[in-house]
Nanobody, 116 residues
Framework: QVQLVESGGELVQPGGSLRLSCTASGINFGIYDMSWYRQAPGQRRELVAI??????DYPESVKGRFTISTDNAKNTVYLQMNSLKSEDTAVYYC???????????WGQGTQVTVSS
């Protein structure tokens, strides 16, 4: 059974930092592309960071502020978020996508609220 369990979301002030974690079980972590998405109320789910093989990519809205990293020994992917803005408020989801087979799995989401 595949599980992705996110943690780390909380209320933070503008300009602050958070680190989200997502621990995977039931998959061969090394052959999955790992990514983070977010969804704000009334908005579409959007990609905020992807880690594929040895490379990473980010949309312009978070580039320079967010960093995705993985620890293969712990089957965990992280999202370090710095200089947070109110518009970063959303539910953040972890995604695992099989690099060759196409299977995709989602975590349950963790709420990040940026507010003073």
């Amino acid at each position: 059974q595949v599980q992705l369990v996110e943690s780390g979301g909380e209320l933070v002030q503008p300009g602050g930092s958070l680190r989200l974690s997502c621990t995977a079980s039931g998959i061969n972590f090394g052959i999955y592309d790992m990514s983070w998405y977010r969804q704000a109320p009334g908005q579409r789910r959007e990609l905020v960071a992807i880690h594929t093989g040895g490379s990473t990519d980010y949309p312009e809205s978070v580039k320079g502020r967010f960093t995705i990293s993985t620890d293969n020994a712990k089957n965990t992917v992280y999202l370090q978020m710095n200089s947070l803005k109110s518009e970063d408020t959303a539910v953040y989801y972890c995604n695992a996508h099989h690099r060759y087979g196409g299977a995709t799995y989602w975590g349950q989401g963790t709420q990040v609220t940026v507010s003073s």
